[in-house]
């Protein structure tokens, strides 16, 4: 089992900057893949970037490619996402995910999920 406590959202106007963190506890972190969904009011949840376990592999949904960046500090079980240049369209809760399941560009979640953090982007 693996915990997710996210933190860092809050309100920005457009153009601003965010940092996202989601600290792991239980599970030794570094075993696996992570990464970040968003769900905006009335939508679907979607994926928004993931990282492998060392590091590597890391893939973004088109939306976002070149302004947001994740990363991860497996010392500190804890995993990032940089947020910059954001747009209203950007204004969701944010997720962190752990134990994703990535082939190419499929993507399917983990079974660990944090509570959300809210980011809004006013215009």
């Known amino acids: 089992q693996v915990q997710l406590v996210e933190s860092g959202g809050g309100l920005v106007q457009a153009g601003g900057s965010l940092r996202l963190s989601c600290v792991a506890t239980g599970r030794s972190f570094s075993d696996y893949t992570m990464g970040w969904f968003r769900q905006a009011p009335g939508k679907e949840r979607e994926f928004v970037a993931v990282?492998?376990?060392?590091?590597?592999?890391?893939y973004y949904a088109d939306s976002v490619k070149g302004r947001f960046t994740i990363s991860r500090d497996n010392a500190k079980n804890t995993l990032y996402l940089q947020m910059n240049n954001l747009t209203p369209e950007d204004t969701a809760v944010y997720y962190c995910?752990?134990?994703?399941?990535?082939?190419?560009?499929?993507?399917?979640?983990?079974?660990?999920w944090g509570q959300g953090t809210q980011v809004t982007v006013s215009s």
């Open positions: 990282i492998g376990w060392r590091g590597g592999a890391i």
């Open positions: 995910n752990g134990d994703i399941i990535r082939i190419a560009t499929q993507i399917t979640p983990g079974d660990y």
